[in-house]
């Protein structure tokens, strides 16, 4: 080492200059720092007074929300909790009140008046004077024995009988009802029971 540096001792030498003026300058540049300007306080001695903000100053004050009047507020709140009172008060009344008598039974309405009776074919023929009802067109042996058990026996009871004895009659035929009509079975009936064939068979066809 002690060798090399008394080779080269001119380099080394001129190094070390190099070295020294290269920190002397930057020693010299931090020293000299940035030199801040110092704007005066308020607070300082001698100091002038604070400017004001002039462009708040001449600003237009802020609009000021007016609450509503209070006496009015208080006022419908008042009313409200006078007719909430007088609501309760007629409540009470009502439910203290008795309640309304009922009203006296209607009288019932006057009852129609009865349908009159269903007229009844005529009686019976008295026994021993039953005639041969199939002889009259439209009654087969079926209708014959319905007939009978019903009380119609003879040609004189059918060649008595009315409308009504014929809507009556009908009531009582089942599924032959409105046969007596269609078939004529009053005027047979008269024609048989006069003995008249003749007079039959010439209107309704031989016996």
């Known amino acids: ?8 001792w001119l380099i080394f030498i001129a190094a070390l200059i190099i070295g020294i003026i290269v920190a002397w300058w930057l020693f010299g540049r931090g020293s000299k720092g940035t030199v801040r300007e110092r704007r005066p306080d308020v607070l300082d001695e001698g100091a002038a ?3 004001r903000n002039q462009a708040l100053i001449d600003a237009p004050p802020a609009a000021s929300l ?4 209070a006496a009015g507020t208080m006022a419908g709140i008042g009313e409200v909790v006078t007719a909430a009172a007088q609501e309760e008060v007629e409540a009470s009344e009502r439910r203290a009140s008795p309640p ?6 209607a009288a019932p309405p006057p009852s129609e008046p009865a349908p009159d009776p269903t007229p009844a074919p005529a009686p019976p023929a008295p026994a021993g004077s039953s005639d041969d009802l199939r002889k009259i067109k439209g009654v087969g042996p079926k209708l014959a024995a319905l007939l009978q058990s019903i009380g ?3 040609y004189a ?3 008595g009988w009315s409308d009504a004895d014929l809507d009556a009659l009908d009531a009582q035929l089942g599924s032959f009802a409105g046969r007596p009509r269609r078939d004529n079975w009053i005027e047979q009936a008269k024609l048989l029971s006069s003995g008249d064939t003749a007079a039959y068979e010439a209107k309704f066809g031989k016996l």
């Open 157 to 159: 009871q059918i060649a």
């Open 49 to 51: 007074p604070a400017r």
């Open 100 to 105: 309304p008598s009922a009203p006296e039974s």
């Open 1 to 8: 080492m002690v060798e090399m540096i008394e080779a080269n």
């Open 152 to 154: 119609v026996t003879s």
């Open 66 to 69: 007016s609450p509503p009047p």
